[in-house]
């Protein structure tokens, strides 16, 4: 088993879990508190909280903060300087700890560069976020979205690559199917949203 790889400017605060082939790059602060899983990344001036919750092989890019209340399942990607908050309403002469609200990233999703993800937000599993955008309620499996505030552009595939589906489909209409343009694999859209397909 690989050990985890901390750079000796980075701050680990005693208790933390760092799982095997963790990479923890220049100037990061780690909580006493978090869980990370196996074989991360988080890039250099990252901050993770201490009731924090990271996965397996999941790439915290330079410059982001993952406040306490945040969870992100395996193989999630947050792009640089991208944004969590964990508070609605804040106020420096108010303490609102016990309103934290939680926000889960389900397996696969990528948050992109400098988004915003409002506490209290789920992201679905393979959903993407594009650069810059202000997401301020869930984002359904596989979902791509975009802009201030974000609203569904598309569908993505696991791969990253947009699929050739409608938003939705038209009342009575029957199930559609897409492939992946680069990996080959099949999607279905139904009432309910986008999945594999069997």
């Known amino acids: 088993m690989t050990a985890p790889s901390i750079h000796p400017s980075a701050i680990v605060d005693q208790g ?17 508190g978090a869980q990370i899983g196996e074989y991360c990344s988080l890039g250099q001036g990252v901050f993770v909280g201490n009731q924090v919750i990271i996965g397996d092989r999941v790439k915290v890019q330079n410059q982001v903060s ?17 944004v969590f908050t ?23 999703a990528t948050l992109g560069a400098n988004c915003t993800i409002l506490c209290g937000s789920t992201i679905g599993s ?16 596989f ?5 201030v505030p974000a609203r569904q552009v598309g569908w993505m595939s696991r791969n990253g690559q947009r699929l050739s589906l409608p938003l939705r489909l038209e009342s009575g209409q029957q199930p559609l199917r897409a492939l992946c343009p ?3 694999d099949p999607y279905e859209l139904t009432a309910q949203g986008v999945r594999l397909a069997t």
Request: glycine letters at 12%; charged letters at 20%.
């Open 16 to 32: 933390a879990q760092i799982g095997a082939g963790t990479r923890i790059w220049h100037f990061v602060h780690v909580c006493a």
């Open 66 to 82: 993952v406040y306490d209340g945040v969870r992100l399942e395996d193989d999630v990607f947050c792009g640089p300087s991208m």
């Open 86 to 108: 964990n508070v609605m309403n804040p106020r420096a002469a108010v303490e609102r700890k016990s309103e934290y609200l939680p926000t889960l990233v389900r397996r696969g």
């Open 126 to 141: 393979y959903a993407f976020v594009a650069a810059g955008a202000m997401v301020r309620g869930d984002v359904a499996d």
């Open 143 to 147: 979902a791509l979205t975009a802009g």
């Open 182 to 184: 680069v990996a080959g």
